[in-house]
Nanobody
Framework: QVQLKESGGGLVQAGGSLRLSCLTS????????MGWFRQAPGKEREFVGA????????AYADSVKGRFTISRDNAENTVLLQMNSLKPEDTAVYYC????????????????WGQGTQVTVSS
């Protein structure tokens, strides 16, 4: 199994930056992709971005393109989400997730989830 732990969330003013980290442990050799999702109160969990574990290729939601960057360090078993030009609309609990199969856009494609970290962007 894979264990995931997010860190780096906090309170930031609009226009600021945060970097979220997802530390992985356990059996990660079968991981196909690592994804970032977010969920605001009263809303469904939505896709933010993902990185293929082996190739490093990335995909992003349109809402964060040009502002967020996802990367991975296979040696450190860490996935990063760099968030720049943050907006109040980015306020949510952010989750990292590991997928063992095909697909990166849907939460249903992911098999393991972290506990989440709160990101709050003030106006």
């Amino acid at each position: 199994q894979v264990q995931l732990k997010e860190s780096g969330g906090g309170l930031v003013q609009a226009g600021g930056s945060l970097r979220l980290s997802c530390l992985t442990s356990g059996r990660t050799s079968s991981t196909y992709a690592m994804g970032w999702f977010r969920q605001a109160p009263g809303k469904e969990r939505e896709f933010v971005g993902a990185v293929r574990w082996n190739s490093g290729s990335t995909a992003y939601a349109d809402s964060v393109k040009g502002r967020f960057t996802i990367s991975r360090d296979n040696a450190e078993n860490t996935v990063l989400l760099q968030m720049n030009s943050l907006k109040p609309e980015d306020t949510a609990v952010y989750y990292c997730a590991a997928s063992l199969g095909r697909g990166v856009w849907s939460a249903d494609s992911y098999d393991y989830w972290g506990q989440g970290t709160q990101v709050t962007v003030s106006s």
